[in-house]
């Protein structure tokens, strides 16, 4: 169970490095943890940080989310998806100082549950490299964004190790819709 306070996290905006720069530091005054998050089953893997004040800023790349309350297991794309974060680099490798990022495709749930050999539910996506290399989400990008078009789709939910090698899991944002507006208001 996650337990951190919000006095303990601070967010930083519109920087691909992970250097502190104090214009661009934010403090989180709550954390909304979704009610049904299970860590034993992994199932609404999804908290919201509300921040101290706005952002006001340019440098702030904004990204719109999955709209439509509907999950995307129907949904087939060839737009590739991009994964982005500061994890590490592979299984036992470094914290990344500049933000990373790989292209991703959608994996249908069924083809991830044979590959994975682990419970899915319908609020869970998957993501794979597309050309078979060991490329993917690794620990530190845990609560990190699945985009497609500019839109986030997915947050880094769970993956087997060795990092890359098996599909991503992902909390699909667009079973969430409905909760992320009703909390922001």
């Known amino acids: 169970m996650y337990t951190k306070q919000p006095k303990e996290l601070i967010i930083q905006y519109g920087t691909n490095q992970l250097k502190p720069a104090k214009s661009k530091l934010m403090n989180v005054s709550e954390i909304i943890r979704h009610e049904g998050y299970s860590h034993t089953i992994a199932i609404h893997d999804l908290a919201l940080l509300k921040l101290e004040s706005a952002i006001m800023s340019n440098d702030a790349n904004l990204v719109t989310l999955a709209e439509g309350n509907q999950c995307y297991e129907a949904f087939r794309t060839k737009a590739p998806l991009l994964l982005i974060g500061w994890g590490l680099n592979t299984t036992h490798g470094t914290l990344q100082q500049h933000l990373q990022k790989v292209e991703l495709d959608l994996l249908p749930r069924d083809e991830c549950r044979q590959r994975t050999e682990a419970q899915l539910y319908s609020t869970n996506i998957c993501a794979v490299a597309p050309d078979g ?3 993917g989400q690794c620990n ?6 699945l985009l497609m078009n500019k839109q986030q789709i997915g947050i880094v939910s769970w993956s087997l190790k060795p990092c890359g090698a098996y599909p991503g899991v992902f909390t699909n944002v667009a079973c969430y819709e409905h909760w992320i507006r009703n909390c922001i208001g």
């Open 133 to 135: 290399t060991q490329q």
């Open 140 to 145: 530190g990008d845990s609560g990190g964004p």
